[in-house]
């Protein structure tokens, strides 16, 4: 059995001093080779991988006979955002992870085989249209334009609905617009795929905070027949321990956002300035932390450390970031946690306070606890702490509608089979029910409400 066919990179040194994409992709050569070591199983493991169940094997046998068109068409069927998903989506737990291949081999690369058809074909979405006349007079509000909502959006568009977002941010996209560089995942692919979604004509509104700017009751009064909440999870957790608010200690959202949504990268061209030390400490072992720490390496950090809790083998970053991470000359230290931030006479970072850890027993995430080693405290010095250790479901509809039933957490309580809230014609999806996932767990929820509201309405009409 041939080896997984890698895909091409830019150089190390090339790809540190900017923000251009990382990743080049599969050229037709390589998708088409890699495509041949697809089994094309009669069960298709991999479909029960993928929250929104693409027909994996069907849209590689027409990758592997050159026909990437028809490939694209097929992945159409069930997600209409593949450029994006096959850039961050983390297949090797998910569709590759089920790939009967991998039991004795490397799985399929499926996820760079639906970039490939992305990037390579340029199919109309009107092919994906299959309206309901039942339903043509039907409006749902979508309050979020993020993973969940583009999803929950797309699926109810191909059924003749009207659909409106509604996106607190001057651009639409929610956390793959301010949250993932641009050298992971370029905002003109985002752009691209929203596009091809309003062509359908769904209606996206930016600044518009529901909540706030509209109250989630009166999108009832303004007509709408079904309301879903996709949020997401933009409130920033924190360490709670002294020196916080020291100047340049920042939260990962806030210090993406500042990057990517206000192009702080492009400084002076765009007026947001991101102040930055020589030596960067950013706290976490997730995919946050590592675009956390990619991204201060290309706006100037001389050097880049990431301190976790674990080790590397429990790190919920993906393999492949971390890799890049490493490659790029990012620093890690492992089995560390923060106690105190040093701050000095001006009010700036100055060093951080670690405490030194071993592993105990599993705790619930089912991996082994960290547990603090008396004594062995010490102080790293640094200039910018950047604290990724997760996030929250945001607080604001819940607070301005007491009325939803929410968790201790924030989060909204949802059917985990139909996505509905405690209130009737109300649905929730993504982080904002769950917590801080992946964007396609939350595409999958959007368009699994999606399908509930299409019932809820059609037992209406």
């Known amino acids: 059995m041939k080896k997984r066919i890698k895909d091409r990179k830019q150089p190390v040194s090339e790809r540190i001093k900017s923000f251009n994409e990382v990743s080049f992709g599969y050229d037709e050569k390589q998708a088409m080779e890699e495509s041949k070591r697809c089994l094309q ?99 749902v509000a979508i309050i979020g334009s993020g993973p969940a909502g583009l999803s929950s959006a797309s699926e109810l568009i191909r059924c003749g609905i009207k659909v409106t977002i509604f996106e607190a941010l001057h651009k639409p996209g929610g956390v793959l617009t301010y949250g993932i560089p641009e050298f992971r995942l370029p905002k003109e692919i985002v752009e691209k795929e929203i596009k091809r979604i309003i062509e359908l004509g769904v209606e996206i509104k930016t600044n518009v905070i529901i909540g706030k700017t509209i109250k989630i009751e009166e999108l009832f009064q303004m007509g709408y027949d079904a ?13 709670e ?27 002076p061209e765009y007026d947001t300035p991101v102040s930055i030390g020589e030596k960067v400490a950013v706290i976490g072992g997730g995919n946050v932390a590592m675009d956390s720490a990619r991204s201060a390496l290309r706006i100037g950090a001389k050097e880049v450390v990431v301190l976790y809790r674990r080790t590397e083998n429990e790190m919920p970053a993906r393999k492949e970031e971390y890799e890049n991470a490493v490659e790029e000359g990012i620093k890690f230290i492992f089995l560390v946690q923060p106690v105190e931030i040093i701050g000095d006479e001006n009010g700036y970072v100055k060093g951080i306070k670690i405490i030194h850890n071993e592993l105990g027993e599993p705790d619930e995430s089912g991996r082994r606890r960290p547990v603090p080693i008396p004594g062995s405290e010490e102080i790293l010095p640094f200039d910018t702490i950047i604290v990724a250790i997760g996030q929250s479901p945001s607080p604001l509809i819940p607070k301005t509608y007491p009325e939803l039933k929410t968790g201790k957490h924030g989060n909204i309580i949802v059917d985990p089979e139909t996505c509905k809230t405690n209130i009737d014609g109300i649905y929730a999806g993504g982080d904002i029910a769950t917590g801080a996932a992946t964007v396609i767990s939350a595409m999958g929820m959007g368009k699994k409400a999606a399908n509930s509201i299409i019932n809820y309405l059609l037992a209406k009409s």
């Open 41 to 139: 199983c009669k069960n298709a493991p991999c479909i029960k991988g993928c929250p929104v169940e693409i027909d994996i094997p069907r849209f590689i046998k027409e990758i592997k006979e050159g026909n990437f068109q028809k490939a694209l068409s097929i992945i159409y069927e069930k997600n209409l955002l593949p450029a994006i998903c096959g850039r961050v989506c983390p297949q090797e737990t998910q569709c590759e992870m089920l790939c009967t291949l991998g039991k004795k081999f490397q799985p399929v690369a499926i996820g760079k085989l639906e970039r490939f058809a992305a990037d390579y074909s340029d199919v109309p979405l009107s092919c994906s249209i299959n309206t309901n006349p039942k339903l043509k007079d039907k409006k």
């Open 227 to 239: 309301i879903f909440i996709g949020t997401g999870a933009g409130l920033p957790n924190f360490l």
């Open 241 to 267: 321990i002294p020196g916080e608010n020291l100047l340049r200690v920042y939260s990962a959202n806030e210090f993406l956002t500042r990057i990517n949504l206000m192009k702080g990268y492009l400084f």
